[in-house]
């Protein structure tokens, strides 16, 4: 049995990783987030600590420590721009981390995570589930297995409608969210560089604090893509849920096309990545490259004219 602490425990995906560290038969010590709303804690691990400050948690592992009880992972579930400096802490202490995505906002701070790691022996492990789906796993092996010069082109789609709220949180703010792209994004273009291999073109055609859109060509694909909160861009055939959404994956061999579908299957795969990382198959800093460099660019490089590598739904917005 390992022994845990999350940090972020009252976020929006923190009820996967608890769920998570009780399904491999481990032990959650110590919780912390600045919000006091975590009764998902008493569900899966009633008796551990919780904290409201940083320095009070910091000061439990650390005197943990000291008694004998070192932690041996801490899982990372706060705001994307305190990925880095949650992650330091826990490699500066030996401790191995489990960060959620993005991994970090900017592909430099994935170097100096790399010095962490050698200098004090912890590892970074971050949760990419989407390489973990059987239905992703299956597309990437089509993909392989095709002719070498094959060249797919792909239209990605993802729609989540959010409320005032939203922009008026740390999401809403690029510099500790990373933007829309990076906030929603981030795990598609990580998807699209594992099926489709290392990226050779980004372009931005359409940028604003809700809304993204752009162009970008792998070795294998050409992605045509779109993303946003604002329901107004939400087609008719938006699913009614916990909120409106709508995902559309294409894929075209020239031939034929098919849309990749993979609503189901999501259930178990934070356990199934917690699974791999004890197992010491994590995916370490250097997976996140890519998907990282991807969404710094787009957050920063210039908005170009779409010609003909529009989105279909770019007309939406312009």
Not at 144 to 169: E, H, I, N
Request: proline share 3%; net charge negative; with cysteine.
């Amino acid at each position: 049995m390992k022994n845990f602490a999350l940090i972020g425990a009252a976020g929006y995906i923190a009820p996967r990783h608890l769920r998570a560290i009780k399904d491999t038969g481990n032990n959650l010590v110590a919780a912390m987030d600045i919000n006091d709303s975590v009764g998902i804690m008493d569900s899966h691990f009633p008796e551990a600590e919780f904290f409201t400050e940083f320095e009070d948690f910091t000061a439990f592992v650390e005197d943990q420590a000291l008694k004998g009880k070192k932690l041996d992972y801490i899982s990372i579930c706060s705001p994307n721009y305190l990925h880095a400096p949650h992650m330091k802490y826990a490699l500066k202490n030996g401790i191995d981390v489990i960060c959620e995505k993005p991994l970090v906002l900017h592909s430099e701070d994935m170097d100096v995570l790399k010095e962490y790691e050698q200098k004090y022996g912890a590892k970074v492990n971050s949760i990419l589930q989407l390489r973990l789906h059987p239905s992703i796993i299956a597309l990437r092996e089509k993909v392989a297995a095709a002719p070498a010069d094959k060249v797919f082109d792909v239209d990605l789609t993802y729609m989540t409608s959010r409320g005032k709220w939203y922009m008026k949180s740390w999401k809403g703010f690029d510099h500790k969210s990373g933007g829309v792209a990076t906030n929603i994004g981030v795990h598609f273009y990580d998807m699209l560089h594992f099926i489709f291999g290392d990226l050779k073109c980004n372009e931005v055609h359409y940028r604003d604090e809700k809304t993204a859109s752009g162009y970008l060509e792998y070795e294998r694909a050409r992605v045509k893509w779109f993303l946003s909160i604002d329901a107004n861009n939400l087609p008719d055939n938006a699913v009614q849920g916990e909120k409106l959404t709508y995902r559309s994956i294409t894929i075209s061999d020239g031939e034929n096309t098919v849309e990749l579908e993979f609503s189901g299957g999501f259930t178990d795969l934070h356990t199934v990545s917690y699974q791999n990382v004890l197992a010491g198959n994590g995916f370490g800093i250097d997976e996140n490259r890519i998907a990282i460099e991807t969404v710094e660019n787009i957050r920063t490089q210039t908005v170009i004219a779409a010609g003909d590598k529009a989105h279909p739904l770019l007309t939406k917005v312009l």
